[in-house]
């Protein structure tokens, strides 16, 4: 299953969106990747820290989440929650 999300949080894929993202990736059995939609980069580990942190996705962003198991679109509607949530940087 793949789904195309656009990055809510201004950060993007950086700091707390990001460790969030991976934790949430990692809680899941479906194998899942992450890749921009508008660039030519190639998709990562979705629960690699270093590997989408890496991918430099800012907030407006849109990326391709691509997700292969018995929970996938399971990991792909919390993928989508995360990206689409604000997060408050003063906690």
Known sequence: ME???T???EDGLHARPAAKFVET???YEA???VE????SRPAVAADSMLAVTGLG???G???KLVADGDDAE???DALEAVLTETVDESQ
């Open 3 to 5: 789904r195309v999300v």
């Open 7 to 9: 990055v809510v949080p």
């Open 25 to 27: 990736a990692g809680e």
């Open 31 to 33: 194998r899942v990747t």
């Open 36 to 39: 921009p939609v508008d660039e």
């Open 57 to 59: 996705i800012k907030g």
């Open 61 to 63: 962003n849109s990326v």
């Open 74 to 76: 399971a990991v792909l």
